[in-house]
């Protein structure tokens, strides 16, 4: 079975543009979760997605947004890209959501932002 | 507030003795334990997890944690290390009743050094 895809795999931007993420979860899962692993750092929880509905929220700015489609795949998008948004960007699927369940994770985008 | 400590930035072994990796939790309910594994340039791979139950927990690749309820740690274990286990290894916490579910709250992450 195919895992977690995330696309692209790395991504060069400038300050100030915008950047799209992109995640397919694992067939037959339908909640999506994004986080931001920063050099030397573990992974921070930005959003969850259940059923195309936000789940839960992180502590970042409202620059940051997601959204999920009826396929259960999702979208990280970030404005007005500052250099400390330079990261490795994970996203992690799972059944349901819920507490008791693993979340699987794809193998994320690299972010650099010059 | 809910965290993880993984007191030890390093772990260095010699191939075929036993490892831990340490970690620490802060929480406040039953915590919901799991440890990932992450190599160079790629994502987190499951290893195991605590839920309920027994507080020996075997998981991927050999390696078990113990849960201890009252010293709030999960450490992970390996009765014998192989070089091919050098790897950065991370422990998260998930909490019932959180209006967070998906949320995991992970550690600063221990990098895990096998040598021949």
């Known amino acids: 079975d195919a895992g977690v895809t995330q696309s692209p795999t790395h991504l060069i931007k400038t300050r100030g543009q915008h950047v799209t993420l992109r995640c397919s979860p694992i067939s037959g899962h339908k909640s999506v979760s994004w986080y931001q692993q920063v050099l030397g750092q573990g992974p921070q929880f930005i959003f969850q997605?259940?059923?195309?509905?936000?789940?839960g929220r992180g502590n970042f700015p409202d620059r940051f947004s997601a959204r999920q489609f009826p396929n259960y795949s999702s979208e990280l998008n970030v404005n007005a890209l500052l250099l400390g948004d330079s990261a490795l960007y994970l996203c992690?699927?799972?059944?349901?959501?819920?507490?008791?369940?693993?979340?699987?994770f794809g193998p994320g985008t690299r972010l650099l932002v010059l | 507030a809910q965290s993880v400590a993984q007191p030890e930035d390093q772990v260095n072994v010699a191939e075929g003795n036993p490892l831990t990796v340490k970690c620490t939790y802060s929480?406040?309910?039953?915590?919901?334990l799991f440890w990932y594994v992450q190599y160079p340039n790629r994502g987190l791979q499951f290893l195991l997890k605590?839920?309920?139950?027994?507080?020996l927990v075997k998981g991927s690749y050999g390696f078990e944690a113990e849960f201890n309820k009252s010293q709030t740690s999960f450490h992970l274990k390996k009765p014998s290390a192989l070089v091919s286990d050098s790897a950065l290894y991370f422990c998260?916490?998930?909490?019932?009743?959180?209006?967070?579910?998906?949320?995991?709250?992970f550690g600063q992450g221990t990098t895990l050094q096998v040598k021949p």
């Open positions: 992690a699927s799972s059944g349901t959501g819920t507490q008791f369940e693993t979340q699987y």
């Open positions: 605590y839920i309920t139950g027994d507080n």
């Open positions: 997605y259940y059923e195309k509905e936000e789940r």
């Open positions: 998260a916490v998930r909490v019932l009743g959180s209006s967070n579910t998906g949320k995991l709250i």
């Open positions: 929480v406040s309910g039953n915590p919901y």
